[in-house]
């Protein structure tokens, strides 16, 4: 049974930092490609990063510069560290694992809340 159980979320003032954290299991880690995706009230699900293959990372325009993703491959678990967050970035944080070959393969966690205020 796959799990991608995340942590991290919470409440934080416009500038501040919080760190992100999503545990895989059932999976083999390292044939699957990680990301984290969030979603705003009203809005679609977007990718905020990836780690598509290998230490290769993808950012989407907004976070650049703020939020760095990273892999634990010995613990099977990715980490999102958001710095200067933004009322902007508010939303439901999802971890996501797709096979990077047989890309139906793609789970979900249950998603973590992250709220800034200003």
């Known amino acids: 049974q796959v799990q991608l159980v995340e942590s991290g979320g919470g409440l934080v003032q416009a500038g501040g930092s919080l760190r992100l954290s999503c545990a895989a299991s059932?999976?083999?880690?390292?044939?699957?490609?990680m990301g984290w995706y969030r979603q705003a009230p009203g809005k679609q699900r977007e990718l905020v990063a990836d780690i598509p293959i290998g230490s290769s990372t993808n950012y989407a325009d907004s976070v650049k510069g703020r939020f760095t993703i990273s892999s634990d491959n010995a613990k099977n678990t990715i980490y999102l560290q958001m710095n200067s967050l933004q009322s902007e970035d508010t939303a439901v944080y999802y971890c996501n694992a797709r096979h990077r070959v047989f890309s139906w393969q793609t789970f979900w966690g249950q998603g973590t809340q992250v709220t800034v205020s200003s």
């Open positions: 059932g999976i083999i880690f390292s044939t699957y490609s």
